[in-house]
């Protein structure tokens, strides 16, 4: 995960959009953090595959 943060840092454009997704899914989690978690599943999953890399 440190690479997804070091990679936010540098790059604006996908820190913006990560900043806006956790902002709507806040809004919209009326479920716990759980759903609020698997809503962000698929960008950090995206950024890590541009990076070469896995959650795993």
Known sequence: MLKFRDHLREHA???AGYQDLKLRL?????????QYLIG???FI???L???GRSLS
């Not at 806040?26 to 759980?34: C, H, M, T, V, Y």
């Open 13 to 15: 454009e996908d820190r």
């Open 49 to 51: 595959a541009r990076l």
């Open 26 to 34: 806040e809004r919209a989690n009326d479920s716990g953090i759980q």
């Open 40 to 42: 962000k599943d698929p």
């Open 45 to 47: 999953r995206n950024i």
